[in-house]
């Protein structure tokens, strides 16, 4: 089964206001990402916290990690129609050995109405 | 740099032929990953490499699909013969092991299977 899911499954906005996309995963982890994928394209990764680290920000982007409930979120600040694209975050599975898996939630898609 | 080239982009295709879809990763990078997406199951990962070895195929389907990296280069995931519940898009990935498992996406290969 996937290791993260997200919610709200879709969410829509104005633009301008915030958007916060959240998920949920189930095992220890190295890392949590967050990709972004535009229809009818691939995904692209936006923002990666380790699992030491609970806030971090790139742009209109801010991510929360919180190991102990297992959830983090993704605030996109001052949407633009831009913004409109499915989000999912991505975990790897915890301990020393680096494997490189990923796994992908279910993803949110956000639209947002200009 | 050029980024994952996945072929076909697009693909028709009548039940009980094989597919062949491929894959090009970004050079130096040394983790290719074959991911599958459809509405109902979302991004699910089929299998992945290390320096050209499977690690995990644990995702693949059925012993229809397989896929193979015969070079750093280069690597096909392969269905055969094809149903038409294998439509979905079908996308490469690639990333350096070393990189924190931030992995680089192809823009994906559509498959209908009639």
């Known amino acids: 089964s996937q290791q993260g899911e997200e919610d709200p499954q879709a969410l829509s906005i104005q633009e301008g206001e915030n958007a916060t996309m959240n998920c949920s995963y189930k095992?220890?982890?190295?890392?949590l990402q967050w990709y972004r994928q535009n229809s009818g394209r691939g995904l692209v990764h936006l923002i990666l916290i380790r699992s030491n680290e609970r806030e971090k920000h790139s742009g209109r982007l801010r991510v929360t990690l919180d190991t102990s409930k297992k959830s983090s979120s993704l605030l996109i600040t001052a949407s633009r129609a831009a913004d409109t694209a499915s989000y999912f975050c991505a975990t790897d599975k915890g301990g020393s050995s680096n494997t490189g898996k990923l796994i992908f939630g279910q993803g949110t898609t956000l639209q947002v109405k200009p | 740099d050029a980024g994952v080239i996945q072929s076909p982009r697009h693909e028709v295709t009548e039940m009980g032929q094989e597919v062949t879809l491929r894959c090009k990763p970004i050079s130096g990078h040394n983790s290719l990953f074959w991911y599958r997406q459809t509405m109902m199951r979302g991004l699910e990962l089929l299998i992945y490499f290390n320096n050209n070895v499977p690690i995990d195929d644990s995702g693949m389907p059925e012993d229809r699909f397989s896929a193979k990296m015969p070079n750093a280069s280069f690597s096909t995931l392969k269905i055969q013969p094809s149903e038409p519940r294998d439509s979905a898009v079908y996308f490469c990935a690639s990333t350096r092991l070393a990189s924190r498992n931030t992995i680089y996406f192809g823009e994906g290969s559509w498959l209908t299977v009639v």
């Open positions: 095992t220890s982890i190295n890392n």
